[in-house]
């Protein structure tokens, strides 16, 4: 099977890598990829938005399966113009329609569906420029802290905790005034919900879906957790306080109720569902829903996933999700994301990167790197390398990660050195 990913980041890299082991993957194209996903696979110069190029990328290369590894082209509706062309309709298009991924592309339009449908969330209202002083008043009394999110796409960035009232108002006529673009053009004012946050990823034909191994990112550049929300700095897999009887809540209270809210509106929902979720009292809550899988949480996913990926994309697409039932490797990973400096902020590219080859049992996964024309590795992002470990245990892996965390070299390099650390301190 020919198989066309669209993106360039580390979860890429890591769906790369993860595909191209897959007997069932005859040649792999990714557009654009980064210098990690060419080892792979051939990189394509096709913007992921650009849809009539990627159509006719397909028709010429006769690939059979398109996977969209970022949110943006599955938002802007890539899998219903896959079915509008006639030449294209019989591509398997792994992600839902438009009409599904409103899910993540609009969080006021998740939290009325969350609910009339009685999934367990924050209690919430949302504000716009025209509602702006309405908003000041109403945040002005909420209980502290509390929470503001742009309702649209705003790369990891768009949530904001603020801690006093005065920080509060100036953050919603921030955000209202355009501070997040035409994302920020609604704003969600969310109760802050006290407790333990995980992420749970499901594979979802229509009808039936298979739950992946379970992860916990950190989104704060600073230690500690402090600082503004990123893409995400580290994350590890499995999850020490995420149990059988937690995740049969969040399969009966969270994931059926989900398929069957969206069934009752005819939304049909094939891809990967991401939830973020948090443990508050024994009991899930939704904090978001994503409409595709994580990054960087994919980067310890995928190594902890022993089932074939293209399989289970195959399963996903024909409606034969039953037929499968995900395998994990039971060992204990960990990823740690190397940045730039000045990120989630401004920052500079191009960068030289040296020490890649002396890394030693872990895996890289690049998320903002390219190649200059001498053939030298460049940063090309804020986060530029994931390194992954499998252990036994986290602080073996962690060990890992950070032992070739400190060889790897390019000017302006930061990353958080306590990642996993809060839940190996409470056992």
Known sequence: MKILLLGGGGREHAFS???????????????????????????????????????????????????????????????????????????????????????????????????????????????????????????????????????????????????????????????LAGKFGQASNRVVVEQFLQGREFSVFVAIDGTHWSILPVAKDYKRIGEGDTGPNTGGMGAISPVPFVDSHLLLKVEEQIIRPTLVGLADEDILYKGFLFLGLIEVDGNPYVIEYNCRMGDPETEVVFPRLDTDLVALCHAIATGSLADIKASYDLREAATVMLVSDGYPGSYEKGKVIEGLDELSNCLVFHAGTCLDAQGHMRTNGGRVLAITALAETFPQALEICYQNAEKVCFEGKYYRRDIGLDLIARG
């Open 17 to 175: 890598w993860k595909l191209s082991q897959s007997p069932l993957c005859t040649q792999l194209f990714i557009a654009p990829g980064n210098a990690g996903t060419q080892l792979h696979g051939t990189n394509v110069a096709l913007d992921p938005m650009n849809f009539e190029a990627v159509g006719r990328f397909v028709v010429q290369q006769d690939i059979q399966m398109v996977i969209p590894g970022p949110e943006a082209p599955l938002v802007a509706g890539i899998a219903d113009w896959f079915e509008q062309q006639p030449q294209l309709r019989h591509v398997h298009l792994i992600g839902p329609t438009a009409e599904a991924a409103r899910l993540e592309g609009s969080k006021a339009w998740a939290k009325t569906f969350m609910e009339e449908n009685g999934i367990p969330t924050a209690s919430s209202r949302v504000f716009t420029a025209d509602t702006v002083e309405e908003g000041v008043a109403y945040v002005r009394t909420h209980s502290l802290p509390v929470v503001l999110k742009a309702d649209g796409l705003a790369a990891g960035k768009g949530v904001v905790i603020c801690s006093t009232h005065e920080e509060a108002e100036e953050e919603l006529r921030a955000m």
